[in-house]
Each structure stands twice: as structure tokens, then as C-alpha cells.
């Protein structure tokens, strides 16, 4: 069995501005284990969500710092490597963790979500991504995604540090230019709000009556994540009963406890494997939200068609897909998951599915 990590480099075809700051580019960690001539990957990578951060390179070294153990292993059954990843950040986990589902569902020939007995051909419209900023440039984004794809899933990024005013402009504009499109082309498109994190109590208070008079049909994240989880759940328990759309948890949620804290609270939960630490949580938290009657978006930070194919395999669970980070790069580096229009599906390949770019 051969371990081995290696970088590689994103970077994006907009810049992505959100509450927390902007991001053109980053680098990534690719680790891959071989053994029997199958090569599994997993992508991670540093992030933050405003109370916790990881860097890339704090990754790196617990990865490799990992990488000696891992190589004198026999096994690749999840359940064995569990001792070895329950010390490891959420992203390290999440890297070993894909690595070895995409092993095994090319060992046994199947993509995961069949392993799963999952519904791999439903297809669901991915949301596409608007990062603040001035109003025309906000417009000129979404006339270039429009470009791309059809778009019917808008998620509007605000939070701005410019208030509430430019958020409103914000809202307005958008929500303008998507009964336009409406009205042009008779395609259904929704309009999604995430601030991540970005306003106060009061100001989520004060921005409900404009979201729901502009026709929003979600709010993700709209407080600032807090550290401590009773501040954290009293904060949505708060906001929950006054809000006439879905709110959803991002920063807030990275766990089976936090998603069962939040769970009388909030509508739904944004699982992004970098938060759950692979498919393995995910899938769990999937199946308890399922039980506990909430719904589930599936998100993504800058990630390549690597993990947003992994992440791909619970499509068939989510309501809100959000996985278009790898429709915005120039330089990615893997291929395989299927986009029709602006719907996604789960590749059919076995693993993952994703594989390496051809180089020219």
C-alpha cells in the first residue's frame, strides 16, 4: 500500500467576495493511496468559518506527519483507520477519508452512491454563486453565469461591510434582473440569501421584511457563528420563529452534535466535507437530518471537481445542492461529474468518479 500527498494549485475565474473576505486563489492537497493498481484520491485544503480555521499548511503537516502510519497498513476498511483519524482536523480526516471510499468503490467496481443504495440519477440544479460587491459588477456576474449555464438556483451572497442599505440594493437588483429572466425565458429561477455570518441579530431582524418581499426562498447563515454552542443555538432560536423562508445553518454546523443542537432551530443544515471530515460523517448526518425532518444543502468552499464530485454522491439526499465552485476555475485539474444545463448528478463511474485532466 503506497500513501502520498502532493499540492496543486486553484484559481478561480471571478474572484469570490464574501463577509469574511475575498479569495481568487488557493492551494490544495491531493492524497491518493494505490494498492492492487487502483489509485483512490482525496482532495482537502485550509478554510475558515469565522470562529475556526484551518490553514493549508497546518493540514499538510498532519497529513504528512500521518503519511508512515498509513503506509504500514493491510487494511483499508474505514472502521480500522478510525483510531488513526480521530486526533486529526476535520480537513486531514476528510482527505484520508475520501482516499479510501474512492478505493473501495473501484475495488468493488460500483460508485459510492449505489453502494449506498442511494438514487444516482436524480438530477438536481446546482446554485450558482453571486459575491458581493457594487451593483453593476453583482449584475454583469450573474449575466456571466447566465452565459455559462442556465442558472436557475441564484444564491446571493451578503453581509456586506458597506450595511444593510447596500444589502438591500443588493437584494433589489438581483431580485429585479431574476423576474426579468423569468418573464424572458418562462424558466422558474429562485433567489437564495447567505450572509454568512455577516449581521447581527438585529440587522437579520430588520432584513427579513426585504427578503421576503423580494421573493428569497432561503437565508443560510445570516449570524456570526459563535464558539460557545448554547450562545450559538439561542441566537437561531431567536431568529427561527420570525423568518418566513427556510433558514439554514453552514458555519454553525460541522457535526452530528451540532447538527442535532441546531436542529429545533433551523430548517436545515449546509454539510461541506470539509466541516464533517469526509463522506462518512456526511452521510450520517444526512441520514439523522432525514429522520429529524430536516432538510440539507451540500456545499462547497474552493474546491476542484474532486471533492464536489465526492460530495456529489449525496446529491439524492439534498434539497439544495450548492456545489458550483469548479464551474468558476480555470485551472482545475479533474473531470467526471456530470452537469446537464444546470443540473447535477453523481458520476456513474465507480469511486468517486473523478478523474485526472488530460494535460495538452
Known sequence: MAWALKRFSL???????????????????????????????GETGGFETGHRSYDTESVEQELQTLLPRLNTLDSLLPQRLEPLLQALSPPAR?????ACWDWWGQHLGQPLWNLWGLDGQRQVAT????????????????????????????KLKLGSPDGLDHDRSLVEAV?????????????????????????????????????????????????????????????FAALHPHCP????????????????????????????????GGLSSALLM???????????MVGCYSDSALLNGAAAQLLPLMRWPDLDSHLN??????????????????????????RPRERR
Open 329 to 354: 476555475l480555470v485551472d482545475d485539474p479533474y473531470c467526471g461529474l456530470p452537469l446537464e444545463d444546470d443540473r447535477l448528478r453523481p458520476s456513474s463511474d465507480p469511486g468517486l468518479g473523478i
Open 94 to 98: 476528510c482527505a484520508v477519508d475520501l
Open 175 to 235: 431580485a429585479s434582473a431574476v423576474e426579468d429572466r423569468r418573464q424572458s425565458t418562462g424558466a422558474s429561477v429562485e433567489l437564495q440569501v447567505d450572509a454568512n455570518g455577516g449581521w447581527s441579530l438585529d440587522e437579520a431582524l430588520s432584513m427579513l421584511q426585504t427578503l421576503d418581499r423580494f421573493g428569497v426562498v432561503l437565508l443560510e447563515q445570516p449570524l456570526a457563528p459563535d464558539a460557545d454552542p448554547q450562545r450559538d443555538l439561542k441566537g
Open 11 to 41: 484559481t478561480k475565474n471571478v474572484p469570490l467576495a464574501i463577509s469574511r473576505g475575498t479569495t481568487a486563489a488557493v492551494v490544495r492537497l491531493e492524497l491518493t493511496v494505490e494498492r492492487g493498481g487502483i489509485c483512490g484520491r
Open 286 to 296: 444526512a441520514r439523522v437530518a432525514g429522520e429529524l425532518g430536516l432538510d440539507l
Open 127 to 154: 446554485s450558482v454563486t453571486l459575491g458581493l460587491g457594487g451593483v453593476p459588477a453583482v449584475l454583469e456576474r450573474l449575466n456571466r453565469w447566465w452565459s455559462q449555464l442556465p442558472a436557475t438556483r441564484i
Open 245 to 276: 423562508m427556510p433558514l439554514v445553518a453552514d458555519e454553525s454546523c460541522w457535526n452530528l452534535g451540532d447538527l442535532l443542537r441546531l436542529a429545533p432551530a433551523v430548517d436545515g443544515v449546509n454539510l461541506k466535507l470539509l466541516k464533517t
